[in-house]
C-alpha cells in the first residue's frame, strides 16, 4: 500500500532533523557555541559597541564658539580633566562613594549577622522585608521625600530636638566639607541619602555569605579559649569578607554614578554624574561628557579586578 504524499514526505524532514540532532550532540561544542551566538552578538553590539562608541567619541573635538561637534581627534578632553574643577568633581565623587561604602558595611554587618544567625520564623521573613521593602518603592520619590525630611522643620530635626541633640546637630553642620546651612543642603546629608537608599545592596550579600560560614566554627572557636572580638577578628571577618567586598561593588558603583541625588540633596559642588548631566544636556559637550563616564567606567572596571583577586564574585 501506497502511504500518503504527507507521510512520505514527513520521513526525509524527520531523518534530516535527527541526523542534525546527532551531528549536533557529537559536537557539544559547536552545540554550545550556537546557543551562545544570539546573546554574545546582542551583548557585542550593543552593550560593548555602545562602550567602544563612547570611548571614540570622548576623543572628538568640540568647538565653544560654534557649538559644534567635530570628528577631529584629540587628548584635549583628557587633559581637560586635570583642570581643578574637573579633578574636584572626580575626586568629590571618589570620596562620597568610599564613606557610603564604608557606612553601608558597618551598619550592614551587625543587620546581616543577626537576620543570618539568630533571626528566624516570621521574623526572619519580617526583616527581609524591611530590608527589601524600600527597593520596591520609586527611587525619584524616596530621594524626594528626603528633601522634606532632611529640611529644617523635618523629621531629623524634631527627633534631634526631642532627645536634646539640637546643638550637636548645628555644630556638625558647621564643619568644614560636611555641613551647610542646614542638613538638606549640605553633605551630610547627602551622605545620610546615599547610605539609606543603598543600604540593602549590602546587607544582601553580607547576609548569604554568613549563612555560608558554618557554626561549629564560631563554637570552636569559644571551646578554644577566644574572645568574641579575637573570634569575629579571626575566624568571622575572613570568610565573610568576600561578602563585604561583593556588597561594596554595588554600593561604590551606583554612588559613583549617580546624578539625581546630588542634584537634590546637597551642596552646588558637582559630581561626576552631574558634569555628565550639565556637559550632555545643558551645554552640549558631547565630548567632554563622554570623557568623563570614561572615569567611572574605569574606576569601576579596576575596582571589579580587585574584588575578584578577594573571592567577592563567589558571594554574589
Do not use: H
Amino acid at each position: 500500500m501506497t502511504p500518503p504524499p504527507a507521510a512520505a514526505g514527513s520521513r526525509p524532514r524527520r531523518g534530516a532533523l535527527r541526523a542534525l540532532s546527532t551531528f549536533l550532540y557529537r559536537r557539544s561544542n559547536l552545540y554550545l557555541l550556537l546557543l551562545l551566538a544570539p546573546p554574545l552578538l546582542w551583548f557585542g553590539v550593543v552593550y560593548l559597541g555602545s562602550l567602544f562608541a563612547l570611548l571614540w567619541q570622548s576623543f572628538y573635538t568640540f568647538d565653544d564658539y560654534t557649538m559644534a561637534v567635530t570628528p577631529e581627534l584629540t587628548w584635549a578632553n583628557y587633559r581637560a580633566l586635570l583642570d581643578p574643577a574637573n579633578l574636584d568633581a572626580v575626586l568629590r565623587t571618589l570620596a562620597m562613594a568610599g564613606s557610603v561604602t564604608v557606612a553601608c558595611a558597618v551598619i550592614g554587618f551587625p543587620v546581616a549577622f543577626y537576620m543570618a544567625r539568630y533571626a528566624t520564623g516570621r521574623l526572619k521573613g519580617f526583616l527581609y522585608l524591611a530590608v527589601m521593602l524600600p527597593m520596591w518603592a520609586s527611587y525619584i520619590v524616596k530621594a524626594y521625600a528626603w528633601t522634606v525630611i532632611l529640611a529644617k522643620g523635618g523629621v531629623i530635626y524634631w527627633f534631634a530636638g526631642r532627645l536634646g541633640l539640637r546643638g550637636a546637630l548645628d555644630w556638625a553642620l558647621t564643619l568644614p566639607g560636611i555641613g551647610g546651612s542646614s542638613l538638606s543642603t549640605s553633605n551630610l546629608g547627602r551622605f545620610l541619602v546615599f547610605t539609606y537608599v543603598w543600604l540593602p545592596f549590602m546587607i544582601l550579600p553580607i547576609q548569604a555569605a554568613v549563612e555560608r560560614v558554618p557554626p561549629n566554627l564560631l563554637q570552636a572557636s569559644a571551646d578554644l579559649g577566644a574572645r568574641p572580638a579575637q573570634t569575629f577578628r579571626t575566624v568571622l571577618l575572613p570568610l565573610v569578607f568576600p561578602g563585604v567586598v561583593a556588597g561594596s561593588i554595588f554600593t561604590f558603583s551606583l554612588t559613583l554614578g549617580d546624578y539625581i541625588i546630588p542634584q537634590l540633596i546637597g551642596p552646588s559642588g558637582l559630581f561626576i554624574g552631574t558634569m555628565v548631566y550639565t556637559l550632555q544636556g545643558a551645554v552640549g559637550n558631547v565630548p567632554m561628557a563622554a570623557a568623563f563616564t570614561v572615569v567611572p567606567v574605569v574606576i569601576v572596571g579596576l575596582y571589579l579586578l580587585a574584588a575578584r583577586r578577594l573571592g567577592a564574585f563567589d558571594a554574589l
